[in-house]
């Protein structure tokens, strides 16, 4: 594996995996997807400012860059670039907007933070020009507004990687103690048994340490509310443990 610091080294043609660091198996499963649609498997670390609303948050993002090295290359990928601040935000960058979406569910509770995400995103399909990008599903917010600037490239979903009690694997799971760890697992239960809304909701009133902020049932192609003729059903679930912010989701098929 090269480790690259300036996007001019990177191959032409590949499957791109953008990431924050603080690796985990969840990306070590969108490496693998990488992998199916080309030999060259380009991944970014980088804490983008831009897409954090709070500075404490930006300060208290896990950083773990030898841990990161030693996994991305036992994981297949075969160039992992660490740009600089400078090289995604040089004088006169384009500054994306995410539009209504971007401003309900996540964008309501974090404001700014999905133009961050697509800010940076653009940025990075300007510079490494890949073929396909790899994408998780647990982010769906995120997934669905990446689609809507991806241009020529190809987007591709990979499922939510869980732990064995259903927590999605997530890099602000290591701030979480076993207690906060017990308490989180109430996420994966209501959304595997409930079938409604308010069914989702009154399962996860039934955990005190988790502070909700939002459990809905929405249609997944506009994000409205789901009803009896929404053909794609998706719950999306929200709230914090300890000061810590975990979002989950899931489809749920025929569940109204």
């Known amino acids: 594996?090269?480790?690259v610091r300036d996007a001019h080294q990177?191959?032409?043609?590949?499957?791109?995996?953008?990431?924050l660091g603080a690796l985990h198996a969840g990306h070590t499963s969108?490496?693998?997807l990488a992998k199916k649609y080309s030999d060259n498997i380009v991944a970014s670390i980088f804490v983008n400012p831009l897409q954090f609303d709070k500075a404490e948050d930006l300060a208290q993002y896990p950083r773990t860059p030898e841990l990161d090295i030693e996994l991305a290359a036992a994981s297949g990928v075969t160039h992992l670039w660490l740009p600089t601040q400078m090289e995604i935000y040089p004088d006169g960058f384009e500054k994306c907007k995410a539009g209504k979406i971007g401003r309900i569910y996540e964008g309501a509770s974090r404001p700014g933070h999905f133009d961050g995400v697509l800010t940076v995103v653009n940025r990075f399909f300007q510079l490494v020009r890949p073929e396909v990008a790899i994408?998780?599903?647990k982010d769906f917010q995120q997934l669905h507004l990446i689609r809507t600037i991806a241009g020529d490239v190809a987007i591709v979903a990979a499922?939510?990687?869980r732990?064995?009690?259903?927590?999605?694997l997530s890099s602000r799971n290591v701030r979480l103690t076993p207690e906060?760890?017990?308490a989180a697992s109430i996420i994966y239960k209501a959304l595997s048994q409930a079938k409604s809304e308010e069914e989702l909701r009154s399962i996860v009133a039934t955990e005190s340490a988790l502070k909700l902020d939002y459990a809905d049932f929405i249609d997944e192609e506009?994000?409205?509310h789901a009803h009896e003729q929404t053909r794609y059903v998706r719950a999306l679930i929200a709230g914090w443990i300890n000061g810590v912010r975990l979002i989950d989701n899931m489809p749920m098929g025929n569940r109204v």
């Open 163 to 168: 732990e064995a009690d259903g927590l999605a």
């Open 135 to 137: 994408f998780g599903e």
């Open 180 to 182: 906060d760890r017990a």
């Open 222 to 224: 506009t994000f409205d």
């Open 10 to 19: 990177l191959p032409s043609g590949c499957a791109f995996v953008p990431t």
């Open 1 to 3: 594996m090269k480790v």
């Open 30 to 32: 969108l490496f693998q």
């Open 159 to 161: 499922p939510t990687i």
